[in-house]
Structures are given as structure tokens and as C-alpha cells.
């Protein structure tokens, strides 16, 4: 099984991006799923869950600029990020259950 997530880069800070987190192999699709982040010389951290029923769960600093979305029959989770800040600037990984994506990077910055 491998988590192969896209969609980062730079962005000027109020911009958009959309991470796309697709796996790949057999996965058990009714469990969560997850982003974490971490930025340069810190530790990694939550940013958004999604249960198997959809409900959602969003760390502090990015509620109501963030959204997270899941696609089951394409084994498949998203994260909108929406009025991008400059601390939003970090390597941003999805997690499934037992299994962890090898990151993308986003940049906020002017």
C-alpha cells in the first residue's frame, strides 16, 4: 500500500491550494482519514480527520480556511486550504490507518 499525495507549492498568502491524497493497493476504506503538517524545525501536528461517516475535526488554527474531503471509491482524501497564511507553510502528510503519505510541500509566501 502506498499514499501518494499531490497538489502543494507556492502560493502568495491569502491564495488557495487543494491536496490530494490517493492510495494505492488494498485499503480498508470505512476507517478515517487524516493531513498533518510540519513546518521547518518543528514537530509534526493535526490539521484535519474525517470519520468513515464524514464527520470532520480541525485543529484550531486552520478552522474555517480548511477543508477536508474523502472519496472512498477512489481511496481518496483532500484538503482545501483556503486564505493561506505564511504559518501554513509546511511539509503537509495524509495519514490512513497504519499508513502514512510521504508529504508535499506548501509554501505561503509573498
Known amino acids: 500500500v502506498q499514499l501518494q499525495a499531490s497538489g502543494g507549492g507556492r502560493v502568495q498568502p491569502g491564495g488557495s491550494l487543494r491536496l490530494s491524497c490517493a492510495a494505492s493497493?488494498?485499503?480498508?476504506?470505512?476507517?478515517?482519514r487524516a493531513w498533518y503538517r510540519q513546518a521547518p524545525g518543528k514537530q509534526r501536528e493535526f490539521v484535519a480527520h474525517?470519520?468513515?461517516?464524514?464527520?470532520?475535526d480541525y485543529a484550531d488554527s486552520v478552522k474555517g480556511r480548511f477543508t477536508i474531503s474523502r472519496d472512498n471509491a477512489k481511496n481518496t482524501v483532500y484538503l482545501q486550504m483556503n486564505s493561506l497564511k505564511s504559518e501554513d507553510t509546511a511539509v503537509y502528510y495524509c495519514?490512513?490507518?497504519?499508513?502514512w503519505g510521504r508529504g508535499t510541500l506548501v509554501t505561503v509566501s509573498s
Open positions: 495519514h490512513f490507518p497504519g499508513y
Open positions: 493497493g488494498r485499503i480498508f476504506e470505512r476507517n478515517y
Open positions: 474525517i470519520s468513515i461517516e464524514g464527520t470532520t
